[in-house]
């Protein structure tokens, strides 16, 4: 028996790389032009205004910033919407002590099928408290709160945590607060 020429499998091997590194050539270079496409390029480190107009200002207060939610004791409303089990169902969230003493489904539905009246999962056993703490997640790519004005809590907060990363965001609805006396 005589051994396998690897000689005649070489070359076929060989043409389909060329072609291949011909066919390729083209495209790699027409991501090198001399236009701007808008792309992140190397250049002066200097700004270049773009605009005339004034850069509107920040709101305060931002994230990192936002104050503590003072009571502790409370009932609020919470609705969660992420791509998680229970999501889209508002859960009833009582506060003593300014620790989460019952959280429980007030509808049914959302994923996963929640029943009125039911523990909401433990992931969404959160204070108000808690809820400030993510809007203030200066980790996070992105948080995008509504806090109105002279209101002591946020109306929503919204967190995506990576920008690249798919069904990582997070938003929070707070509605129905009625603080203990």
């Known amino acids: 028996m ?3 020429s690897r000689t005649g499998r070489r070359t076929p091997m060989r043409a389909l790389a060329l072609t291949i590194a011909a066919l390729a050539l083209p495209l790699c270079l ?4 001399s236009e701007d496409s808008g792309g992140d390029v190397a250049g002066d480190p200097t700004p270049t205004v773009t605009s005339s107009s004034p850069p509107e200002p920040a709101p305060e207060p931002t994230v990192g910033s936002y104050p503590a939610f003072a009571p502790t004791d409370y009932m609020f409303t919470l609705t969660v ?3 998680c089990m229970g999501a ?3 859960i009833q969230v009582t506060v003593a ?4 003493v019952d959280a ?3 509808e049914g539905g ?3 099928g929640a029943e009125p009246g039911e523990p909401a999962d433990n992931a969404f056993r959160l204070t108000i408290n808690d809820i400030i703490d993510r809007a203030n997640d200066t980790e996070a790519d992105k948080v995008t709160v509504d806090w109105p004005a002279g209101q002591d809590y946020p109306s929503s907060v919204y967190v995506d945590q990576q920008k690249n990363a798919a069904d990582d965001e997070i938003g929070y609805t707070i509605e129905g607060v009625q603080v203990s006396p």
């Open 104 to 106: 429980a489904y007030t």
């Open 2 to 4: 005589e051994p396998i």
């Open 88 to 90: 889209g169902t508002p």
């Open 97 to 100: 002590d300014s620790e989460v």
């Open 110 to 112: 959302g994923r996963g």
């Open 30 to 33: 027409a991501g090198c032009g």
């Open 81 to 83: 919407s992420c791509f």
